[in-house]
């Protein structure tokens, strides 16, 4: 009888000290399974998706990680698996595509598009599954789509051969142009994290690829890459804010028109859009760089403002004719990507841009309606621009420019 009674006492004792335990640690538990490390949440019943993903990415934008860490964020990280848990891709994409243009998620929300490609990869074990997912809404310019090709480089581990790098990307599977270089950029961020932003080791896994335009199409990738990554010094990058031309110095010829191009993006960062000192920097390099450094103008101006009129300003102000046409090059090119190549957006542009560069901005927008509608370049010419027209002729390619 008396072992009986100490036996429940003890339990007793025991289930005193596990209430306690529990009073004292179960709020944390609780707290670590509801926010987790960042303060991140679930989302509520019947809570839309952008009205989610605006709350959560304020709540990573408050956190000192993030600070110190934009562009690859742990807690994007941590967003991006509460996000996949709760909505299917398609779902999620059309929530960021109604917020990305609000001020705080502009900026960074590409990022974040790329830990949604991440994470569909994983899911699907596919690129091209991933890709038609990534499809359904083209948000924050292609991130998902650069994020399954880091995926796919990420199954791979250690084992990233160039037979690997070879058969990653299908023009014939991508269904347009655009898909397939967004799928050869990818390559180059992929490299990048496969190789922790070493761009010495990254390049050469874009050297295995066997078409040179398409190698160069994955530099970009590599250096958008490096240059995202030096967030204010406290990164992994080359990028020196002192010497922004470096390492494009230091780099093989073939890899420098790339390499400069990024450095005129880093300038344009750090100077808040200041054009006209960026401007120097494209001016002192070597001249053959000098047409991919002022592309550069085109595509910020785009990502900045969804004011064509402020976009063909910027481009329009650059002195050298063949510097003004690589600013609309790019700011056509961007464009198509914020829109998912939606025809007006192009309109929009060339009817802002001055007479001096409106025949350049329609046959630039022609040719990059032909990369996302192959063979449909006339019909959607026609979309803005009449048949008998001067304009048409030069979007459908029929009438050559006369400088």
Excluded at 309 to 328: K, L, M, Q
Aim: hydrophobic share 35%; glycine share 8%.
């Amino acid at each position: 009888m008396h072992t009986l009674r100490l036996f429940v006492r003890t339990q007793k004792r025991n289930l005193i000290l596990a209430g306690i335990f529990l009073c004292i640690l179960g709020p944390f538990f609780l707290y670590s399974q509801l926010f987790g490390k960042y303060g991140l949440r679930n989302p509520f019943p019947f809570e839309s998706v952008a009205s989610y993903l605006r709350t959560e990415f304020l709540t990573c934008y408050g956190t000192e990680e993030y600070r110190d860490n934009v562009w690859r964020s742990d807690c994007y990280q941590e967003l991006g698996n509460r996000v996949t848990a709760h909505f299917e891709l398609p779902a999620a994409l059309k929530g960021l595509a109604e917020i990305q243009d609000e001020p705080q998620i502009r900026g960074w929300c590409h990022a974040f598009g790329h830990v949604l490609g991440q994470r569909e990869f994983k899911k699907t074990g596919s690129i091209s599954q991933s890709f038609l997912a990534c499809s359904t809404d083209i948000a924050c310019g292609e991130g998902c789509f650069h994020g399954t090709l880091e995926g796919y480089l990420q199954a791979h581990g250690g084992a990233v051969t160039k037979e690997v790098i070879q058969n990653a990307c299908k023009e014939e599977e991508a269904g347009n142009r655009v898909t397939y270089d967004a799928c050869i950029h990818g390559l180059g961020h992929a490299a990048m994290l496969q190789t922790n932003n070493d761009i010495a080791k990254a390049l050469p896994f874009c050297d295995y690829i066997a078409d040179t335009h398409d190698q160069g199409i994955c530099y970009t990738g590599v250096f958008m890459e490096d240059t995202f990554s030096f967030n204010g010094g406290k990164g992994n990058s080359t990028v020196d804010k002192d010497n922004p031309e470096y390492p494009c110095t230091e780099l093989a010829a073939k890899y420098q028109h790339q390499c400069y191009a990024s450095r005129s993006t880093f300038v344009l960062q750090q100077s808040r859009a200041d054009y006209a000192k960026t401007s120097l920097f494209c001016n002192r390099i070597p001249p053959a760089f000098r047409t991919d450094c002022y592309g550069t103008f085109g595509a910020q101006a785009v990502l900045l403002s969804d004011d064509m009129t402020y976009v063909a300003s910027v481009c329009s102000g650059i002195e050298r004719a063949e510097d003004r046409e690589s600013c609309f090059e790019q700011a056509t090119i961007f464009k198509g990507f914020a829109t998912g190549g939606d025809v007006q957006g192009y309109a929009d542009l060339c009817n802002a841009a001055p007479e001096k560069d409106k025949a350049v901005c329609l046959a630039l927008s022609g040719e990059d309606l032909a990369r996302w509608y192959p063979g449909k370049r006339a019909e959607k010419c026609l979309m803005f621009t009449k048949s008998d027209s001067e304009e048409y002729q030069y979007c459908a390619g029929t009438k050559e420019i006369l400088n």
